[in-house]
């Protein structure tokens, strides 16, 4: 398989750091609000790579932390007047709904940054005995990146206009060091103890120090296989990270770098600051959350995704078909699936998961099996092989997996639901008494309603027009 690496700018083969193992960090959210769109792309892109890996037959240890102490957090406190538990515990739930809605598989390993100080205070206690970090007057600690002669070696973003964006500290050495640990200066702040005196870690220590406690190589040249996360965290986020474990354990922290891009509206970078940010929750008001993967994942990973409900619906109609095949087949037990279709779909998710083929891998497997349909309705065998092909679509890409009536019955409030069910009951009392008029009344009505049904022996089934 090969992957784009960031820090190569060049795609390469994946070659896992002990044989058929791959250990995979994702940078998680800074939980102090809702997800936004931009969250469910990356959550999305790196799900698709672990499920691919997995079915490739690799053991995948899945990491994804969650940021539960920053400013913005800081903020929302005083804002809300309710406590750090409270506000983080709250948008964690709210983001794993979010997740579990759009069938992101949950990470295997899920650390808080609160619940990960005595990491951090050994990474920052390491780089203070090498001389790679410093505590200021005010008693913060940064790290030195002079001190790193690898620094900017992954983003290659060290350039004066970058440099100048960061925020100036006289107490600083070099404008791009940044802080390790933030003394408290109020009487009022959110504070942790430490060897140090009382703070808060900065951001960048939270992910190296995590990965090295639950998830690193500790006798390898590299801690873990695969470092993912947006395309806005390779400068200065993953640089730091990069640069204070290399100079803490004399390692490497990542093997390659996997970057997706932006989600974008009226072409600009979606971001809560610029106001514009279309979060999960509201756009599941409107969409099932399947419809919404299967619109975020049809772009490729590394390219830009304009968000537009035209693109939103088109995509749907895409999905529809897999589903429309899937009901040509109901009831069918899988057997074993297109091994052709499986070799051709995994070809092209192995050239860094090109999405566009395995897509049209997809569409064309949908139709050669409804044109085989056509002429042969009554093949179960084939039948079978379509249902487990659908089931291997499923467990990579995490569309395709719902029952193939419920799906078409998206969209129906409950309400309608419950009428619909009542007049299908209703008619199957009235063909047990051969009252043939009422029954077929009755199918007219749900027509009239936009539902069509269908008699199986599992009963009728609906679903709407």
Not at 40 to 51: N, Q
Not at 94 to 107: F, G, H, P, S
Not at 343 to 358: G, P, V, Y
Request: charged fraction near 35%; charge should be positive.
């Amino acid at each position: 398989m090969k992957i784009f690496d960031s820090s190569l700018k060049k795609e390469v083969e994946l070659k896992p750091i002990k044989n058929s193992e791959i250990r995979i960090y994702v940078c998680g959210p800074t939980v102090y609000d809702d997800a936004h769109l931009g969250h469910a792309r990356s959550s999305i892109v790196f799900d698709i790579l672990r499920r691919f890996l997995i079915q490739k037959g690799y053991k995948v240890t899945f990491m994804k932390n969650f940021t539960d102490i920053d400013d913005k957090i800081i903020k929302k406190i005083k804002k809300s007047g309710k406590s750090l538990e409270e506000i983080t515990s709250y948008y964690i739930k709210r983001y794993l709904e979010d997740m579990e809605a759009l069938n992101v598989l949950r990470a295997d390993i899920e650390p808080k940054a609160t619940k990960s100080l005595d990491a951090m205070f050994d990474m920052i206690d390491r780089l203070l005995k090498k001389d790679c970090a410093y505590i200021t007057r005010s008693k913060d600690i940064y790290f030195d990146t002079s001190k790193d002669n690898q620094y900017c070696s992954l983003s290659h973003k060290c350039d004066e206009e970058t440099l100048s964006r960061i925020e100036p500290n006289p107490q600083k050495r070099n404008v791009s060091d940044f802080a390790l640990w933030k003394a408290c200066k109020e009487e009022n702040d959110i504070c942790f103890d430490s060897p140090y005196g009382k703070g808060r870690p900065g951001w960048h220590i939270e992910c190296s120090a995590m990965i090295y406690k639950n998830l690193a190589y500790k006798d390898e040249e590299y801690q873990i296989d695969i470092h993912g996360g947006g395309a806005d965290l390779l400068f200065p986020h993953h640089e730091n990270e990069a640069a204070q474990t290399r100079c803490a354990y004399g390692q490497k922290l990542a093997k390659y770098w996997m970057h997706n891009g932006f989600v974008t509206i009226s072409g600009e970078k979606m971001s809560k600051s610029l106001g514009n940010s279309f979060f999960v929750k509201d756009a599941l008001k409107a969409y099932d959350g399947e419809i919404l993967r299967f619109y975020l994942l049809s772009t490729h990973y590394r390219s830009s995704l304009n968000f537009n409900e035209e693109d939103l619906l088109n995509s749907k109609k895409r999905l529809d078909k897999i589903y429309r095949l899937k009901k040509r087949v109901y009831g069918v037990k899988a057997s074993k699936k297109d091994e052709d279709f499986k070799k051709r779909f995994f070809a092209a998710l192995s050239e860094d998961l090109n999405i566009s083929k395995a897509l049209a891998e997809i569409d064309q497997f949908l139709a050669t099996s409804n044109e085989y349909l056509d002429k042969n309705p009554k093949d179960k065998a084939f039948k079978q092989k379509v249902s487990a092909t659908i089931e291997l679509i499923s467990k990579v890409l995490g569309v395709g997996g719902k029952d193939a009536y419920e799906y078409f019955q998206i969209g129906v409030d409950q309400q309608t639901k419950d009428k619909i069910e009542r007049l299908i009951k209703i008619r199957s009392e009235a063909k047990k008494t051969r009252d043939f008029q009422k029954a077929d009344s009755i199918r007219e009505e749900l027509k009239e309603m936009g539902i069509n049904i269908m008699d199986t022996p599992e009963g009728t089934l609906w679903e709407k027009e």
